[in-house]
Protein backbone atom coordinates (compact mmCIF):
# COMPACT_ATOMS: atom_id res chain seq x y z
CA UNK A 1 0.00 0.00 0.00
CA UNK A 2 0.98 3.38 -0.70
CA UNK A 3 0.22 6.62 1.37
CA UNK A 4 0.89 9.97 -0.67
CA UNK A 5 -1.45 13.01 1.49
CA UNK A 6 -2.61 15.97 -0.53
CA UNK A 7 -1.23 19.27 -0.13
CA UNK A 8 -3.71 20.76 2.71
CA UNK A 9 -6.73 22.85 1.96
CA UNK A 10 -8.86 24.78 4.10
CA UNK A 11 -11.68 23.04 5.23
CA UNK A 12 -14.65 24.27 7.00
CA UNK A 13 -15.98 20.84 6.96
CA UNK A 14 -13.67 19.71 9.68
CA UNK A 15 -13.71 20.88 13.48
CA UNK A 16 -10.31 22.69 13.89
CA UNK A 17 -8.82 19.97 16.36
CA UNK A 18 -12.00 18.05 16.47
CA UNK A 19 -12.15 13.99 15.43
CA UNK A 20 -12.51 13.95 11.90
CA UNK A 21 -12.63 10.64 11.50
CA UNK A 22 -15.55 10.20 13.82
CA UNK A 23 -17.27 13.28 12.40
CA UNK A 24 -16.62 12.04 8.92
CA UNK A 25 -17.95 8.36 9.32
CA UNK A 26 -20.97 9.64 11.32
CA UNK A 27 -21.54 12.19 7.67
CA UNK A 28 -21.32 9.28 5.75
CA UNK A 29 -23.26 6.73 7.43
CA UNK A 30 -26.19 9.20 8.10
CA UNK A 31 -26.55 10.17 4.63
CA UNK A 32 -26.32 6.34 3.31
CA UNK A 33 -28.21 3.62 4.38
CA UNK A 34 -25.38 1.35 3.33
CA UNK A 35 -22.50 2.65 4.71
CA UNK A 36 -21.17 1.43 8.61
CA UNK A 37 -20.80 3.74 10.59
CA UNK A 38 -18.40 1.06 13.15
CA UNK A 39 -16.87 -0.18 9.90
CA UNK A 40 -16.31 2.91 8.44
CA UNK A 41 -14.17 4.19 11.76
CA UNK A 42 -12.77 1.12 12.38
CA UNK A 43 -10.95 1.27 8.97
CA UNK A 44 -9.85 5.26 9.00
CA UNK A 45 -8.66 4.50 12.47
CA UNK A 46 -6.64 1.07 11.42
CA UNK A 47 -4.22 3.59 9.56
CA UNK A 48 -1.74 5.83 11.73
CA UNK A 49 -1.42 8.83 10.01
CA UNK A 50 -5.38 9.43 9.24
CA UNK A 51 -5.06 11.04 12.93
CA UNK A 52 -3.64 13.90 11.69
CA UNK A 53 -4.97 14.25 7.89
CA UNK A 54 -7.64 16.60 6.53
CA UNK A 55 -10.67 15.50 4.57
CA UNK A 56 -9.02 15.05 1.24
CA UNK A 57 -5.97 12.56 3.11
CA UNK A 58 -9.19 10.57 4.51
CA UNK A 59 -10.44 10.39 1.03
CA UNK A 60 -6.90 9.08 0.01
CA UNK A 61 -6.80 6.75 2.59
CA UNK A 62 -10.27 5.11 1.94
CA UNK A 63 -9.11 4.68 -1.60
CA UNK A 64 -5.86 3.38 -0.76
CA UNK A 65 -7.97 1.07 1.79
CA UNK A 66 -9.48 -0.36 -1.11
CA UNK A 67 -7.04 -0.68 -3.42
CA UNK A 68 -5.22 -2.98 -0.73
CA UNK A 69 -8.46 -5.09 -0.36
CA UNK A 70 -9.11 -5.66 -4.11
CA UNK A 71 -5.72 -6.86 -4.45
CA UNK A 72 -5.34 -9.04 -1.25
CA UNK A 73 -8.53 -10.18 -2.67
CA UNK A 74 -7.05 -10.95 -6.02
CA UNK A 75 -4.55 -13.22 -4.24
CA UNK A 76 -7.10 -14.96 -2.19
CA UNK A 77 -9.06 -15.37 -5.16
CA UNK A 78 -6.00 -17.27 -6.99
CA UNK A 79 -5.58 -19.24 -3.50
CA UNK A 80 -9.16 -20.07 -3.34
CA UNK A 81 -8.44 -21.24 -7.02
CA UNK A 82 -5.49 -23.11 -6.63
CA UNK A 83 -7.13 -24.78 -3.41
CA UNK A 84 -10.36 -25.33 -4.94
CA UNK A 85 -11.42 -28.66 -4.68
CA UNK A 86 -13.35 -28.38 -1.89
CA UNK A 87 -15.60 -26.16 -4.76
CA UNK A 88 -18.23 -27.58 -6.95
CA UNK A 89 -17.79 -26.23 -10.75
CA UNK A 90 -20.36 -23.29 -10.37
CA UNK A 91 -18.39 -21.92 -7.36
CA UNK A 92 -14.71 -22.52 -9.55
CA UNK A 93 -16.28 -20.64 -12.75
CA UNK A 94 -18.06 -17.66 -10.20
CA UNK A 95 -14.32 -17.41 -8.88
CA UNK A 96 -12.87 -17.15 -12.13
CA UNK A 97 -15.22 -14.49 -12.74
CA UNK A 98 -14.62 -12.25 -9.53
CA UNK A 99 -10.91 -12.81 -10.32
CA UNK A 100 -11.15 -10.92 -13.66
CA UNK A 101 -13.75 -8.63 -11.96
CA UNK A 102 -11.55 -7.96 -9.30
CA UNK A 103 -7.90 -7.59 -11.40
CA UNK A 104 -10.03 -4.91 -13.45
CA UNK A 105 -11.12 -2.98 -10.24
CA UNK A 106 -7.08 -3.04 -8.98
CA UNK A 107 -6.36 -1.06 -12.58
CA UNK A 108 -9.98 1.38 -11.86
CA UNK A 109 -8.74 2.48 -8.38
CA UNK A 110 -5.38 3.62 -9.53
CA UNK A 111 -7.46 5.58 -11.92
CA UNK A 112 -9.60 6.57 -9.09
CA UNK A 113 -6.59 7.83 -7.00
CA UNK A 114 -4.97 9.86 -9.62
CA UNK A 115 -8.29 11.30 -10.55
CA UNK A 116 -8.08 12.11 -6.94
CA UNK A 117 -4.91 13.82 -6.22
CA UNK A 118 -5.58 15.71 -9.68
CA UNK A 119 -8.60 16.74 -7.65
CA UNK A 120 -10.63 15.37 -10.49
CA UNK A 121 -13.32 14.47 -8.26
CA UNK A 122 -16.00 13.13 -10.89
CA UNK A 123 -13.73 11.24 -12.48
CA UNK A 124 -12.50 9.57 -9.26
CA UNK A 125 -16.03 9.19 -8.24
CA UNK A 126 -17.53 7.46 -11.85
CA UNK A 127 -14.28 4.93 -11.26
CA UNK A 128 -14.90 4.19 -7.82
CA UNK A 129 -18.78 3.30 -8.99
CA UNK A 130 -17.19 1.05 -11.54
CA UNK A 131 -15.20 -0.30 -9.04
CA UNK A 132 -18.42 -0.90 -6.94
CA UNK A 133 -20.29 -2.35 -9.88
CA UNK A 134 -17.31 -4.88 -9.95
CA UNK A 135 -17.22 -6.10 -6.73
CA UNK A 136 -21.22 -6.22 -7.12
CA UNK A 137 -21.26 -8.43 -10.18
CA UNK A 138 -18.59 -10.70 -8.31
CA UNK A 139 -21.35 -11.25 -5.18
CA UNK A 140 -24.16 -11.41 -7.56
CA UNK A 141 -22.29 -14.40 -9.46
CA UNK A 142 -22.94 -16.45 -6.46
CA UNK A 143 -26.03 -15.41 -5.65
CA UNK A 144 -27.44 -18.00 -8.34
CA UNK A 145 -27.02 -21.05 -6.58
CA UNK A 146 -28.01 -21.17 -2.82
CA UNK A 147 -24.78 -21.16 -0.27
CA UNK A 148 -22.31 -18.14 0.51
CA UNK A 149 -19.86 -16.45 -1.45
CA UNK A 150 -16.39 -17.44 -0.56
CA UNK A 151 -15.61 -13.65 -1.15
CA UNK A 152 -19.04 -12.12 1.25
CA UNK A 153 -16.36 -10.75 3.64
CA UNK A 154 -13.98 -8.82 0.87
CA UNK A 155 -16.72 -7.57 -0.98
CA UNK A 156 -18.52 -6.26 1.59
CA UNK A 157 -15.39 -4.57 3.07
CA UNK A 158 -14.12 -3.63 -0.65
CA UNK A 159 -18.06 -2.02 -1.19
CA UNK A 160 -18.13 -0.43 2.40
CA UNK A 161 -14.30 1.14 1.62
CA UNK A 162 -15.43 2.45 -1.51
CA UNK A 163 -19.01 4.08 -0.22
CA UNK A 164 -16.28 6.06 2.34
CA UNK A 165 -14.78 7.35 0.04
CA UNK A 166 -17.51 8.20 -2.37
CA UNK A 167 -18.98 10.08 0.44
CA UNK A 168 -15.68 11.81 1.01
CA UNK A 169 -15.74 13.26 -2.50
CA UNK A 170 -19.26 14.31 -2.15
CA UNK A 171 -18.18 16.12 1.11
CA UNK A 172 -14.97 18.15 -0.76
CA UNK A 173 -16.98 19.05 -4.07
CA UNK A 174 -19.58 20.44 -1.61
CA UNK A 175 -16.99 21.91 0.89
CA UNK A 176 -14.86 23.61 -1.85
CA UNK A 177 -17.90 24.83 -4.05
Given at each position: ??????????????????????????TCADRSATTNYDFCLASLQAVPVSQATNLQ?????????????????????????????????????????????????????????????????????????????????????????????????????????????????????????
Amino acid sequence: MFLVIPREKSSNYAAASGDIIDQTCKTCADRSATTNYDFCLASLQAVPVSQATNLQGLGLIAMELALANAADTVSRTKELLINGTAFDPFVLDCLEDCLGLYLGTVMTLLDSVGAFLSEHYLNAQMSLSAAMEAVATCEEGFAEKRGVSPLAKENYDHLQLCNVALCIIHLLTHVSS
